[in-house]
């Protein structure tokens, strides 16, 4: 089913309105925004992943000539134990201070202990040079297993384990233990025909977007900060720096640069506070742009987890038990996205049993930031590896083996929640019906399935719409636009007003210039500030209605709006013309003044994303190589409102996934530094790596939105790493459990195979 | 060392600037021409968000010294449209959607435009080959490898 | 304001002059994608550099009775138009023209990427088989030394202080022979070898006559290695004489666990290259050409 022909505007194709800009460079990111009399901010960071700061001696920094601001931990206030929204995810603010800035400890290598801003960066970078720290070492711990152990070096001396029972007398690092639990697992494992268990292990990638963190300050003397910064949430930003350095927000006034991708890596503050305080120091706006080396060392990435599955069947391929148990990675501070993977891990298929436990474990590395679906891929992994296993032993259809326990409208899930309307039966079905599914495997090629789910988020917006003395309409919201949202809320606007999509004019405000909107993320973009842009204009069009009433002298309820227009409702009102916006506005003055519209919700209604991926590929047996060869991605997207761009969002999560299933993980080295921080051994596909990623748009329109949308940009990432891991073996017969499955690990694999079957 | 003065052209305009021995010509684009269409992904040519044409060859402009370039005719992102018309790479990049954040695009463009100056009529892997050394995290390549692959026909049509 | 100083010398005795002037301060700019990088991290901190690219002796490729002279300082690019070179010589051309990405290809040179002297460069081992010869110039005049010979270990050339490396050239070849080189990345682009062969062969009907092998990324320096050779001189590249080269090679390797590869995966993949790219080199004698990038 699809939309097409339904509207006039939504489903089309046409040009982005910021198109002109970002092809011929003129448009703005967060590094190329400059002021007069700017100075240069660098950060001195930690060389060790695990020590006691005793001191920081910044005198020699200070005193060198162009120096203006040196800025430690004694610069930011202390912040209490309060848990805040980061994103998708919650951070707690007495950490994100430490984070942003070391106090007691430096945590990873790379962790911020210092601060300058100079006139130039070579004099910043010998600035830091002088800044004599004095750590004691630490031993440290990378891995979560290890950091689980009862002797590795706690991170932190006041972490008991949330959650656990008995509860914790002593301080660990395992932060938190979460257990979700429907019907009886135990009980239903035992009556199982059939059960798989397996292990599997994840290692964390980055983001990798391609443009560093960069923020600009400019606090002036009346206690006024202007910020600009490349972010996903410039509201959440205004937060995060008022709580930090103690600023009430409406004298934080954060404007969103254009952002060059973030995927939640930039929902949270780096740079920024540390932009800010240097700035109100010097007295001089101060710019900071991280190299990609810093990007790496100390920007959050998704965690790695080590995960266990366990799942019951019958025979016939009904799944009466599924259970898992995830250990996920927080980095140096708690906060790892294991409440989503766990939540997500079953929620494509109707269970009755189900058990999941999960827990957030502390190291030393990096504290990690969402990323597109946080935790989703990674449970996904271990749950559609061991989906295969299953589908191979009863020798069933993968996909008919995921059709027979799909998930559907009022399947209750194991974390509390009974979906809507959903499109997973559909999204099975059309994967498949497609041409890809019906083709033959080459010779020499496997094929894999898996499926993916992500629950989309709704949380604040805030729209405005006003109308031009030409009639011509501008639409103002507060979202940066990370994949071309504006595009898709002009197309709304238009379909809601009845005017071409050229008359309308969306821009992005500043945190001064709108109420308060949550951050691009949550693939609520297109759903909630959408909602919320629609709303703005019918409270235009409501308006547009009273003045045209006015203007004919008949009553409001006489008035309706038709392409475009204000018509009298029907004849007996009255032989008038109908009245075009241009019109209207024309009179404006005459009949009440400036026609505005505004909307402001806290969305609820989000749907539900699922997705389902199949991949074609062969592996060299010798070199352990793979050469996807065929990629197709079905999704139910709702309503696809700029289709290029919704199938965009799939090839985007889909190539993600693939580096993540194949290349990309951080190497460290026996000390605990990061060995690959950067693009030469961060391997993230590159265009030649990859086929043509074909798309499947499924429409299962939410009914909660006008339009029927659905969130789609998260839930792209979650199927990929387990439809290759399946894919491969079925070419191999080897079944892969850790990822990534480089080239090194696959010929390892495929070496010790027969050994391997023989010993299970 | 007093700064080093340097003459050249940039997109087809006499331009002068003042840099140190080890400023890239990135930095000098960037910081000191106001040129900012170029962008540092990496600072370490892996990404291509650099790209830049230094005589007539597809470079990346952070492992270039712009001191390197007296008397080199250099084109960037900005002089790619011709006055106020879009090159044919440009328009087929917005009408395919071959852009979604747009950091890596004018690195994409650059690259491109190289790639059907040498070779009008490039195969789907010879476009792919051609463009890795430039990153994209958001596209997946696909509508990218679409848009570079339209553009050459249609000029390739466009020049009978 | 930088202490750093920029010279763009126009003859070879200049560059010497300065190179040997820089006591050791000074570095020599080509295509800069080796040396930039590395000041920017700053494992490199020149107080001179030495921009050689205005000289004419060390940009462009020059045929005299068969043999080649390539600049060292000649883009990759530039050496991968050069048609005569791509067919006497395919598999250095192909070497050099695998170093990076397509902008990266426009200013690095084969000469940069030996001096850099990495383990890994991706020109060496194909050079090695080729049999090139390196023409450097110093204080104390000029001298020529077979590549294999040239590098002394990760970072490190025999250069003596104030050298350059003016040139490479490649022997004239005989009628029937050709070469290959191979390597292995995680990807398709964008990767340092994990593994490299460079592979050259002169057939007779289909009986190989001469054989040279060079094996990169799993020692110190680049490997010739003359057991494989040895191996596969006289066969027809029949199944056990490819064992036998291959053992050979994976014998040679002495390389190290990082985070590229392991010990035993490239030492594996070291035999499985090799016979791929003999191969391929016996496949382009007799006029036929691999497609096809994996």
Known sequence: MSSQGKYKWIGTRPDRPDGADKVTGRARFGADFSLPGQLVGKVLRSPHPHALIKSIDTSKARALPGVKAVITAEDFPEQANLIVPAGEMQVNLRDVTRNIMAREKALFEGHPVAAVAATSEAVAKQALALIKVDYKVLPHVIDVADAMKPNAPVLHDHLLTEGANPPATKPSNIAKRIEFAKGDAKAAFAKAEVVIEKSYTTQPVHQGYIEPHAALASATEDGQVQLWTTTQGHFQVRGFCSRLLDIETSQIRVTATEIGGGFGGKTVVYLEPLAIKLSQKAGKPVKMTMTREEVFRATGPAPGADMTVKLGATRDGRIVAASIRIDMQAGAFPG?????????????????????????????????????????????????????????KLDMDPVDLRLKNAAKKGTKTAYGVTFGEIGMVQTLEAVKNSAHYRSAVKPGHGRGVSAGFWFNVGADSSAAAHVGEDGSVTVISGNPDIGGSRASLALMAAEELGIDYDKVRCIIADTASIGFNFVTGGSRVTFATGLAVVNSVRDMIREMKVRAAKIWGVDPDAVTWENGMAKPAGSNVGEFEPLTIAQIAAQAGKTGGPINGHAQLNVTGAGPGFGVHLVDLKVDSDTGQVTITRYTAAQDVGTAIHPSYVEGQLQGGAVQGIGWALNEEYIYSAGGKLQNPGFLDYRMPVASDLPMIETILVEVPNPTHPYGVRGVGEVPIVPPTAAIGNAIARATGVRMT??????????????????RMAAE | MAKIHVNTTINGAPTEFLCDANQTLLDVLRDSLGLTGSKEGCGSGDCGACSVMVDGRLVCSCLVLAVETQGAKIDTIEGMAG?????????????????????CTPGFLVASKALLEKNPNPTETEVRYWLAGNLCRCTGYDKIVTAVLEAAAEMREGAR | MSDIQYHAPK?????????????GKGRILAGGTDLLVQMKSGAAAPGIIIDVKKIPEMIGVSEKKGAFTI????????????????????????????????Q????ASAGGNLCNASPAADSVPALVSAGCVVNIAGPKGKRSVPVEKFNAGPGKTTLKPGEIVVSLTLPARPKKASDAYLRLIPRTEMDIAVVGVGVSLTMKGDTVADARVGLGAVAPTVLLVEKAAKALVGSKLDEAALDAAAAACSAACKPIDDKRGTIKYRTKIAGVLLKRAALIARDRVNGIEHRGHR
Not at chain 1, 743 to 752: N, V, Y
């Open chain 1, 336 to 392: 790892s996205p294991v409440g989503p993977a766990a939540m997500c891990s079953f929620a494509c298929y109707d269970l009755d049993n189900v058990h999941i436990v999960g827990f957030d474990v502390v190291s030393n590395r990096p504290k990690v930031a969402a990323y597109r679906a946080p935790g989703a891929p990674i449970s996904a992994w271990a749950v559609e590896s061991t989906m295969d296993l299953l589908a191979q």
């Open chain 1, 738 to 755: 850790d990822l990534p499955m480089s080239p090194p690990r696959l010929s390892e694999a495929l070496d010790t195979a027969p050994a």
């Open chain 2, 83 to 103: 006055g106020d018309t879009l090159h044919p790479l440009q328009k087929k990049f917005i009408e395919l959607a071959a852009l979604q954040c747009g950091i």
């Open chain 3, 11 to 23: 003859t070879i005795k200049e560059a010497v002059k300065l190179l040997a002037a820089s006591k």
């Open chain 3, 71 to 102: 600049g060292a300082a000649t883009p990759a690019a530039a050496l991968g138009e050069h048609k005569k070179l791509r067919k006497a010589w395919p598999g250095v051309v192909e070497a050099v023209n695998l170093i990076g990405s397509t």
């Open chain 3, 104 to 107: 990266v290809q426009g200013r």
